[in-house]
């Protein structure tokens, strides 16, 4: 939990601060929040980022997965602390330099960088030119999501993902409220995936089609704020202000299912945000560190308050250190696994590999053939039990196209161990 200080604006208004931190803890009148760690209002973003996020980039130099999730009200400092505000640095900045170092040099790595924008419950590719609208597909094989077709730029030094991410992150949406000139609108989702023990010619390679094994991945997440709707006099304001309301108070539920450890009945599928973090918030042997944002200011205590109370259910969310091996999925869909494939067990990890073989034998575009002719049927708003009926006879359907496929392809393993996508015209 970090607290900023009171604003230039909110001292001339005469706002007090109402919370008092120590040994961290926060006291909210005769409430206590205690905390993992809890940031003193002149604490600098190097000091957030030491005590919180440090450990998170190490844990995914040595190939597991990992996220750093900023949640507070609007206005009260989540993307000064992930982004960095004058002369000081944020986490962003600091985990891609952290991140470039740790990496052994005795085992190269493929680095790629994505950009997601959640706006409006829609997703924006930060980093396509022409800003594609993307769809979010659950991947067959496990319970993670996958987002078709989202820009992969492959990155081989800090100073080269610091501009990449300096072009493009600033246009993610914001607008002048009450409480902050430029709020975010939209959920910011900034994810390096790694590749590890790639062949030198991948690592360097520019070809974001490259395919490369033992993946793990660093998600940087920067949530909108909530912000009451009466405080937001336009109308596209008001519509954002309640998709965003929406969004976290789906998160809010999620986080209350799991600090309850019952994760077989949590519910992601209400909004794109939940669906999206749904991997990293039930990825076994995953680090995951949630930065709360609160001012102290007097006039947003309710807000703040939320804010405590989340962060306190948060902290009780435990990420099982082993997990269950993934469903039949991967079997199912692309049959046995190679003899010189590594794939990790984690499920994130193993998400993410099985997504890519998917894609490989283009079972994924069959799949993604399939829902776009069952969306005009209504797939949407079809009830969970036909939906679920429904994925069946898609995985026995896929169970075919798998036979078939791997039929046509199993000779395209490439001499290197890993198949590279790329069918040569007499195949
Ligand atoms: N630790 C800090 N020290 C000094 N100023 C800060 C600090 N944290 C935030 N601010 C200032 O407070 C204002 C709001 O911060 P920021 O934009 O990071 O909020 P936010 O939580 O991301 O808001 P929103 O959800 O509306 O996007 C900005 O003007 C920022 O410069």
């Known amino acids: 939990m970090t607290v900023r200080p009171l604003s230039v604006a909110e001292k001339d208004r005469g706002e007090t601060a109402v919370f008092v931190t120590n040994d961290n803890s926060i006291y909210s009148g005769a409430d206590r929040f205690h905390y993992d760690h809890v940031i003193p209002e002149n604490a600098t973003n190097e000091q957030v980022y030491a005590s919180v996020a440090r450990d998170v980039v190490r844990t995914v130099a040595t190939g597991r997965s990992g996220a750093v999730m900023m949640y507070g009200a609007t206005g009260s400092g989540k993307t000064w602390t992930m982004t960095g505000g004058a002369g000081d640095p944020g986490i962003v900045q600091r985990a891609i330099t952290d991140l470039f170092t740790d990496l052994p040099a005795d085992q190269p790595a493929a680095v790629r960088l994505s950009i997601l924008e959640v706006y409006n419950e829609e997703l924006n590719d930060l980093l396509s030119l022409n800003g594609a609208r993307l769809e979010l597909r659950q991947a067959m094989c496990s319970s993670g999501c996958h987002v078709a077709g989202l820009t992969q730029v492959p990155l081989t030094s800090a100073p080269e993902a610091m501009s990449a991410l300096a072009r493009r992150i600033a246009n ?226 896929m169970e075919k196209v798998r036979i078939a496929v791997e039929g046509r392809h199993k000779n395209l393993i490439g001499r290197r161990g890993h198949y590279t996508g790329k069918v040569t015209p007499d195949e």
Do not use: W
């Open 172 to 397: 993610r949406r914001v607008r002048n409220t009450a409480m902050n000139d430029a709020s975010s609108r939209s959920h910011t989702i900034i994810t390096f995936t790694l590749g590890r023990n790639a062949p030198r010619d991948v690592v360097t390679s520019q070809d974001p089609e490259e395919v490369v094994d033992d993946v793990a991945t660093l998600h940087l997440v920067d949530l909108a704020g909530s912000e009451s709707g009466r405080v937001i006099s336009c109308k596209d304001g008001r519509r954002e202000s309640a998709s965003i309301n929406r969004s976290l108070l789906a998160l809010g539920t999620v986080v209350s299912a799991l600090s309850e450890g019952v994760a077989s009945h949590v519910n992601f599928r209400d909004s794109k945000l939940t669906r999206l973090l749904q991997a990293t918030l039930t990825g076994s042997g995953s680090r995951v560190a949630i930065i709360c944002t609160a001012t102290p200011a007097a006039s947003q205590a309710h807000e703040t308050r939320n804010t405590l109370e989340f962060g306190r259910r948060a902290k009780k969310v435990q990420i099982p250190k082993q997990a269950p091996q993934p469903p039949t999925g991967r079997e199912l869909l692309c049959g046995p696994v190679l003899a010189d494939e590594h794939v990790s067990r984690q499920p994130q990890v193993a998400a993410d590999a099985e997504m890519r073989v998917c894609r490989e034998t283009r079972v994924d575009q069959g799949v993604g053939l399939l829902i776009n002719q069952l969306r005009g049927l209504g797939l949407e708003s079809m009830p969970d039990v036909d939906l679920l009926s429904l994925i069946d006879t898609l995985r026995e359907t």
